[in-house]
């Protein structure tokens, strides 16, 4: 069995209003809703779990179809809360893919393009190449071929990856818990991954996603 996390449990911080950014409307849709969608049509995915709030879980569960846990205070004891659900629940996983509830660009064939890669690899994330140029503290120059940005969709053998996390950490990335850069593939693929963080990225965004 092969499953899709959608990591849902912010509160939006930085978006900042009422409503979390993930339950903003879009395009006339819910933004959380862009997510579930494409991991549901998914070739390979087997399973979608969402991780949220217990005050949007029943309509979440009901809305969408899928299955739910609870969010976690931080976002690695969210991941631990999926971890555990699919554990308790006996799922045999064997590949795990998870996906940020706030980035409604996200197509099922890119799912399933990092899925694919895990035949190779123990680790595959969503990479992008930095066109600016870089700053460091106290330093002029940085050569910015040596970096690149982590960004979500992160897929993992399901084994690999709960012998590795570990839940107190403060990795803000899930591939920095495997123990050697050569277990991750870096998937340069998708271009346009959008995240909305501020209130000002929804418009920004639903003219992407009319055109796409």
Not at 98 to 122: G, Q
Not at 139 to 158: G, M
């Amino acid at each position: 069995m092969d499953i899709a996390v959608v990591l849902a449990g912010g509160v939006g911080s930085r978006y900042g209003g009422d409503t979390p950014k993930q339950y903003c409307t879009i395009n006339g849709k819910e933004v959380i809703s862009y997510a579930i969608r494409e991991a549901r049509k998914s070739s390979l995915t087997d399973k979608v779990i969402v991780v949220c709030d217990k005050m949007y879980q029943k309509r979440i569960r009901d809305c969408y179809k899928v299955e739910v846990c609870d969010g976690g205070r931080s976002r690695n004891q969210s991941v631990s809360n999926a971890l555990e659900y699919i554990v308790s629940r006996g799922y045999q996983c064997n590949k795990i893919i998870f996906l940020d509830s706030a980035r409604p660009m996200i197509k099922a064939s890119y799912i399933d393009s990092c899925m694919n890669k895990l035949d190779e690899y123990d680790c595959v994330i969503t990479a992008q190449k930095i066109v600016d140029s870089l700053g460091r503290y106290g330093k002029i120059s940085v050569d910015r071929e040596n970096y690149y940005l982590i960004q979500t969709p992160e897929a993992f053998k399901f084994d690999v990856f709960c012998k590795n996390f570990d839940k107190n950490s403060t990795n803000t990335a899930l591939c920095q818990f495997m123990p050697s850069a050569d277990m991750i593939y870096q998937n340069f693929g998708m271009k346009q991954n959008f995240k909305i963080t501020y209130q000002g990225d929804l418009e920004y965004i639903a003219q992407f996603l009319e055109n796409n």
